[in-house]
């Protein structure tokens, strides 16, 4: 069953928005906080990560135009997709953008890249560059999360009522596998121990991925 729209919170002052409302506050959050001169000494790409599946589950990152593909393929396994080592790839026109290039050399505000983990239980995402800023100071780290979509609440697919906490990887494609805690109790399905706990990503549920 796929969740709700929800909202989340800028990182950099604490308002809560949702995500095409997170979209205007930044664009204003990050004038008040950078400067626009690519002369500076950090340029840095304003992205927003989105799953292709469920509008639910979005990033927005500030990326250093330093770092390579790689360091934001890397982060968004981190925090989204590593379960298995799988394969993964950027691509821009359906063409591959190789790991290894620079976000300076490949990035322009107004681009979009697709986003492919694992090539069999596919994952994918879409990723927008909304802007460029020139951060003040170089960041602390390659990619930072500016705002991040709170859980979202999905309902059982049993009783219907309560906030789903494990998923059935077979029942799930039935609609029937997103349980609360009272229904996996009396779920007999035969995969019991295949369970997979609700995570705050849109790989949850898929292989074996647990967050």
Same mark, same amino acid.
């Given at each position: 069953?796929?969740?709700?729209?929800?909202?989340?919170?800028?990182?950099?002052?604490?308002?809560?928005?949702?995500?095409?409302?997170?979209?205007?506050?930044?664009e204003?959050?990050?004038?008040?906080?950078? #400067?626009?001169t690519? @002369?500076?000494? !950090? %340029?840095?790409?304003?992205?927003?990560?989105? *799953? /292709? $599946?469920?509008?639910?589950?979005?990033?927005?990152?500030?990326?250093?135009?330093?770092?390579?593909?790689?360091?934001?393929?890397?982060?968004?396994?981190?925090?989204?997709?590593?379960?298995?080592?799988?394969?993964?790839?950027?691509?821009?026109?359906?063409?591959?953008?190789?790991?290894?290039?620079?976000?300076?050399?490949?990035?322009?505000?107004?681009m979009?890249?697709?986003?492919?983990?694992?090539?069999?239980?596919?994952?994918?995402?879409?990723?927008?560059?909304? #802007?460029?800023?020139? @951060?003040?100071? !170089? %960041?602390?780290?390659?990619?930072?999360?500016? *705002? /991040? $979509?709170?859980?979202?609440?999905?309902?059982?697919?049993?009783?219907?009522?309560?906030?789903?906490?494990?998923?059935?990887?077979?029942?799930?494609?039935?609609?029937?596998?997103?349980?609360?805690?009272?229904?996996?109790?009396?779920?007999?399905?035969?995969?019991?121990?295949?369970?997979?706990?609700?995570?705050?990503?849109?790989?949850?549920?898929?292989?074996?991925?647990?967050?």
């Open positions: 069953m796929a969740p709700k729209q929800v909202k989340g919170s800028c990182t950099l002052c604490g308002k809560e928005c949702t995500r095409q409302g997170m979209t205007k506050h930044l204003k959050c990050l004038h008040d906080r950078t #400067g626009k690519k @002369a500076e000494a !950090a %340029p840095c790409f304003h992205l927003l990560v989105t *799953a /292709r $599946n469920s509008s639910a589950y979005w990033l927005h990152l500030m990326v250093a135009a330093s770092a390579s593909l790689k360091a934001l393929d890397g982060f968004l396994r981190q925090t989204w997709l590593e379960c298995c080592g799988h394969m993964s790839a950027f691509r821009s026109n359906r063409r591959e953008v190789g790991m290894s290039r620079k976000l300076a050399a490949t990035l322009e505000p107004g979009v890249l697709d986003y492919e983990y694992d090539f069999g239980d596919t994952t994918a995402l879409q990723i927008k560059v909304l #802007g460029q800023y020139a @951060a003040p100071v !170089a %960041p602390r780290k390659p990619v930072e999360i500016l *705002a /991040r $979509n709170q859980n979202p609440h999905v309902p059982c697919d049993v009783c219907g009522k309560a906030a789903a906490v494990w998923i059935c990887p077979t029942c799930q494609w039935e609609e029937q596998g997103w349980l609360c805690r009272a229904c996996k109790e009396t779920h007999s399905c035969g995969d019991e121990e295949y369970l997979l706990p609700v995570v705050n990503s849109p790989r949850a549920g898929v292989c074996g991925y647990t967050g």
